[in-house]
């Protein structure tokens, strides 16, 4: 199972509290479709038989847009790591934001001198397609 299908099935498990070891080995997640919302439908097959359709609310990172938390401190301004690295910048975000987010759901950065603009992917199943700023202290 790829990563972001794994946080899609724990996102579900936590929004259902499906806690039980059973539950949740014998919980799968099929894709079906997408609907006209843009989020992304699941068939969610559970080890009692009981099949449902479960519709993954994307999220917008939009409002991460200047946060003062996620600053990117002085003595990183220069560093080659930050300006073009998604999987540090990715960990950065889930560390100081608490979304989970990939490098695979990042598709390009742009290095600027007060602010690191971050963009996600379009295709992405769990985040809307947008941008947002970090600022470089």
């Known amino acids: 199972m790829n990563k972001a299908l794994s946080l899609i099935k724990q996102r579900y498990l936590e929004d259902n509290h499906i806690l039980g070891e059973k ?11 997408v609907n006209a919302k843009g989020n992304h439908v699941f068939l969610v097959s559970k080890a009692d038989g009981n099949n449902v359709y479960y519709e ?3 999220v ?33 975000v889930t560390r100081h934001a608490g979304h989970h987010l990939l490098d695979d759901d990042i598709s390009y950065l742009v290095s600027e001198k007060d602010t690191l603009t971050v963009v996600l992917v379009p295709d992405s199943m769990r985040f809307t397609p947008t941008s947002f700023r970090l600022i470089r202290l």
């Open 23 to 33: 539950e949740v080995l014998n919980t799968t997640l099929t894709h079906v479709s």
């Open 56 to 58: 993954h609310q994307r």
């Open 60 to 92: 917008d990172l939009s409002h991460l847009d200047l946060v003062k938390s996620m600053a990117i401190p002085k003595q990183y301004r220069n560093d080659f790591d930050v300006n073009h690295n998604k999987a540090m910048i990715a960990n950065w």
